[in-house]
T-cell receptor, first 119, second 115 residues
Framework: AQSVAQPEDQVNVAEGNPLTVKCTYS??????LFWYVQYPNRGLQFLLK??????LVKGSYGFEAEFNKSQTSFHLKKPSALVSDSALYFC?????????????????FGTGTLLAVQP | DAGVIQSPRHEVTEMGQEVTLRCKPI?????LFWYRQTMMRGLELLIY????????DSGMPEDRFSAKMPNASFSTLKIQPSEPRDSAVYFC?????????????FGPGTRLTVL
């Protein structure tokens, strides 16, 4: 079964320092990987995705993620953290095709990582 | 586009009452998803539709929960009767056809409190 794991419940980083939020995946076939962010009392917002091509994916708000096939990882990164980046971050993988053989947009989400950026 | 619209934003009800949550997906999207988020269980997929047809309802917790999508622009999630353990934030999300791995767009959520 497709799955993602976010090994850290919380990541603390000082403002201005680089940040990394980790995600590893387990899939059959080629993965479709996503990162979402959730600010307090808001819905999830799409940040970026990896489908194919360049292993370094750039997304919204200065975030990027690196796809590493050998390590089955898709870590989220940002060169310089802002206090406003403090939020809950979710990694997700697209589920495999349904029983009827068609593609699906169903996503399997990780448990989330709370990012706290201190001023 | 206004994005995914959910109503109400907050709902407080008493145990045993019927609760109906509503969702309007982004125009043109053919997938619609209902999720539930709690501190204990995180984000759970309850059910999803493709072209108004329920595809996978394996996440629906029990028969008290039901979801419908009568047309491409409207869906409901109903809980009858409601119980305190149903208290959670319920999200609706929509996405465009699956062939290119399109992302889901989430609504702001409905915070349900069952007393």
């Amino acid at each position: 079964a497709q799955s993602v794991a976010q090994p850290e419940d919380q990541v603390n980083v000082a403002e201005g320092n680089p940040l990394t939020v980790k995600c590893t995946y387990s899939v059959s076939g080629n993965p479709y990987l996503f990162w979402y962010v959730q600010y307090p009392n808001r819905g999830l917002q799409f940040l970026l995705k990896y489908i194919t091509g360049d292993n370094l994916v750039k997304g919204s708000y200065g975030f990027e993620a690196e796809f590493n096939k050998s390590q089955t990882s898709f870590h989220l990164k940002k060169p310089s953290a802002l206090v406003s980046d403090s939020a809950l971050y979710f990694c997700a993988v697209r589920d495999k095709a349904g029983a009827w053989g068609g593609a699906t947009n169903k996503l399997i989400f990780g448990t989330g990582t709370l990012l706290a950026v201190q001023p | 586009d206004a994005g995914v619209i959910q109503s109400p934003r907050h709902e407080v009800t008493e145990m045993g009452q019927e609760v109906t949550l509503r969702c309007k997906p982004i125009s043109g999207h053919d997938y619609l998803f209902w999720y539930r988020q709690t501190m204990m269980r995180g984000l759970e997929l309850l059910i999803y539709f493709n072209n108004n047809v329920p595809i996978d309802d394996s996440g629906m917790p029990e028969d008290r929960f039901s979801a419908k999508m009568p047309n491409a622009s409207f869906s409901t999630l109903k809980i009858q009767p409601s119980e305190p353990r149903d208290s959670a934030v319920y999200f609706c999300a929509s996405s465009l056809r699956a062939t290119s791995g399109n992302e889901q767009f989430f609504g702001p959520g409905t915070r349900l409190t069952v007393l």
